[in-house]
């Protein structure tokens, strides 16, 4: 079956830097489009970032700049480097796998997902 493992959450101060990974496994990986959201205590979960298996991307505009989302195609893993982070960044972030080379902002247009990993940032 489809595995999504989400992996590099933690506590950082305002301004550091954290990254997360994604190993995905039981999926052709390649032709997947991944995304990552994330949900803060009390919100919709929100679209923060998406790769297609070219490698462009998309960011929301909370992010832009500050964020960059990567795939490897040949360890099945996508990441987001994440930098100048800010207090209203924390949240749990979720690695998403969208069966389709369109874009999705949406949660509904994901196929599969991970379990999430959480991000704090003290201010």
């Known amino acids: 079956q489809v595995q999504l493992v989400e992996s590099g959450g933690g506590l950082v101060q305002a301004g550091g830097s954290l990254r997360l990974s994604c190993a995905a496994s039981g999926l052709t990986f390649s032709r997947y489009t991944m995304g990552w959201f994330r949900q803060a205590p009390g919100k919709e979960r929100e679209f923060v970032a998406a790769?297609?298996?070219?490698?462009?991307?998309i960011y929301a505009d909370s992010v832009k700049g500050r964020f960059t989302i990567s795939r490897d195609n040949a360890k099945n893993t996508v990441y987001l480097q994440m930098n100048t982070l800010k207090p209203e960044d924390t949240a749990v972030y979720y690695c998403?796998?969208?069966?389709?080379?369109?874009?999705?902002?949406?949660?509904?247009?994901?196929?599969?997902w991970g379990q999430g990993t959480q991000v704090t940032v003290s201010s």
């Open positions: 998403a796998a969208r069966g389709q080379s369109l874009w999705g902002r949406r949660p509904a247009e994901y196929d599969y």
């Open positions: 790769i297609r298996w070219s490698g462009t991307s």
